[in-house]
């Protein structure tokens, strides 16, 4: 196991250099950059999507990035153009910005933001343990319901609580988590009914106030509402895949021989049909993780206002800041590929018996 170990945590450099090679190489050919919202803002007096730059001298590597064709200057004189891409750091051929963000990338420089004036490493600090928050308490509820849920069901497959469980899963599965969320905020957060959650935010205004006990109050209220939207949308998968992988492995013969040679139910779906049946489950944590923790609480975090990263991200990608782009790239990439290889972990400690190195 030491040895796969050793070879998938060096895989995790060609890896992290390739995806970040292919999304530079696409963004050279995406229209308008800074460089192009700047010429805009100046000439008409529009902000486009950004909210104003500050001194583009300090963006740092991480936004060397070419931003496509800067010819429509709108008729502003060729040297404010340039000023404009030398500040950006545009004025390098593209072989020499790329060599030069990765090299920063080593020891964790990703430059400063070109609308904001501030490091990405310090926004990506600041907005990490939001979603964080977000992903793990939504993962140990999701997890939490579905595994259990899903074991009843496979017991009692055929039953009327089978039967009437399947229905709400189904209709939870056919809700998006963006729509259970914004019905979350009409019945129970000031809307036309109740006014029980915040509607925004993880802390209250006085949360420095608190005392750390109602601080840890004041947050999981706060949590209450994101994270059953959150919830919604994930149980229904994980519940069905649990229930047809314990159905599977309970028709197996060793099930069978099992129970003949008069071992107690409890004892048969725990002891011998539990490991093998959540493998399959297992598998699918890493990919799980990353999809709450940086795509599907996207929506949420805009819902409620909650700045994290899946926020921030999308805010790069709008106002095409290169530098926070690829910094949360990176961090996206890197967290992903670490994930998976917990879970080849947690793999061998379900089943002693997968060998990865043998397979390979």
Known sequence: MGVYLVKRL???IPTLLGIILINFVIVQFAPGGPVEQIIAQTTFGQ???????SGGSDAGPAGNVDTGDSSASYGLPPEIIEELERQFGFDKPAHERFLTMVSNYVVLDFGNSFFQDRPVIELIIERMPVSISLGLWSLLMIYGISIPLGIAKAVRNGSPFDIWTSSLIFIGYAIPGFIFAVLLIVLFAGGNYLDLFPLRGLTSDNWVDLSWGDRILDYLWHLCLPIMALTIGGFATLTMLTKNSFLEEISKQFVLTARAKGLTEQRVLYG???RNAMLIVIAGFPAAFIGILFTGSLLIEVIFSLDGMGLLSYEAVIKR????????????????????LIGDLVYVLVDPRIDFETRE
């Open 10 to 12: 060096l895989l995790i």
């Open 272 to 274: 011998h049909v539990f």
């Open 321 to 340: 800041d290169y530098p926070i782009l690829f910094g949360t790239l990176f961090c996206f990439t890197l967290i992903g590929l670490v994930m998976h």
């Open 47 to 53: 902000s486009s999507t950004t909210t104003g730059i």
